[in-house]
């Protein structure tokens, strides 16, 4: 990577990690009475249109033309189910369940793949690959939707009481959710550091060229110390920790942020692609920033649970 790209890269993951920081505290402190979650919900809405145009476009590349703005619509709905479904649970009980949250999730997913379903039926034609279609437009849904519902899921954890105030025993606050961007983001910053200094045995040859088993052991061993730093010294004291502790946290969804980042590797592979788009500069597209994140935020969602 040259100079030029590296400075790219690093006044936009500086803008990013900033407005994510800005958002996250006020949503955190509750800033105009807002519930929580609501400071944070624009950036899933933005990830969720950004992620699914960049995925319509990558399987575009392989002769194969899903339905975007169904897809999109319905990619926002998952997360954003989980969001209110929470909310009106919390407001008529007085306590959210992360169970139930998720299970608003489920359902907007499951009538996702329904209206994918008559979407096919109305415009069959044979030959068409209608099946194919079908597929990997309910792999967009569980590929993305699903995990930015375990985000939401996530900063909604034993939600006492709706106001800012945020007091009820069981509070845990932002905590859960910036355990799991701080951990896996964490890492990608030591491999990113690490692999590119003094990285030379390539773990993936084939499927991602400039990984390195110097970088995924730099990435691990980032993870660990920024779960030991936000689950051991977070300001305010919190009800509870997730299972295992801040070892258990850091080992398991360091790795599970690994393989996210491989598995996006894989897709564009697939479609013969190095970026998943060009919206972040030198970081790439949308899913070029999540990957990461995606196949660990349910990791982190069982541990919290």
């Not at 359902?107 to 030959?127: E, K, M, N, W």
Request: contains cysteine; charged residues 10%; glycine residues 12%.
């Amino acid at each position: 990577m040259n100079g030029v790209s590296k400075t790219s890269r690093m006044v936009v993951a500086t803008a990013v990690a900033a407005t994510f920081g800005t958002l996250a505290w006020a949503d955190a402190t509750g800033i105009g009475g807002a519930m929580p979650a609501w400071w944070l919900l624009p950036i899933v809405v933005i990830l969720s249109v950004g992620g699914t145009q960049e995925l319509v476009r990558l399987f575009a590349s392989r002769d194969l033309f899903l339905p975007a703005w169904l897809l999109r619509a319905a990619v926002v709905a998952i997360p954003l189910a989980t969001a209110f479904g929470a909310q009106a649970f919390g407001a008529a009980n007085a306590f959210a369940s992360p169970a139930a949250a998720m299970g608003w999730a489920a359902t907007a997913f499951s009538l996702g793949v329904g209206v994918l379903f008559l979407d096919a039926i109305a415009a069959y034609r044979p030959q068409a690959r209608s099946v194919e279609r079908l597929a990997f437009s309910a792999l967009i849904l569980a590929y993305l939707g699903l995990p930015l519902a375990f985000m939401v899921s996530l900063r909604l954890f034993c939600l006492e009481n709706l106001g800012p105030e945020q007091s009820g025993r069981g509070h845990l606050g932002i905590l859960p959710l910036v355990s799991l961007v701080a951990v896996v983001k964490g890492g990608d910053v030591a491999a990113y550091v690490v692999g590119s200094a003094i990285g030379k045995n390539r773990m993936a040859p084939l499927l991602s060229p400039g990984k390195t088993w110097e970088g995924a052991i730099a990435s691990l061993v980032g993870s660990l110390l920024v779960a030991w730093l936000v689950l051991e010294r977070w300001p305010n004291p919190v009800a509870a920790r997730p299972w295992g502790g801040w070892p258990v946290f850091g080992i398991a969804v360091g790795l599970a942020g690994m393989l996210g980042d491989l598995a996006e590797s894989l897709l564009k592979r697939e479609a013969g692609i190095k970026d998943s788009g060009g919206s972040l500069g030198g970081m790439g597209g949308v899913l070029d920033l999540v990957d990461s994140l995606l196949l660990a935020a349910p990791v982190a969602w069982i541990l919290w649970l």
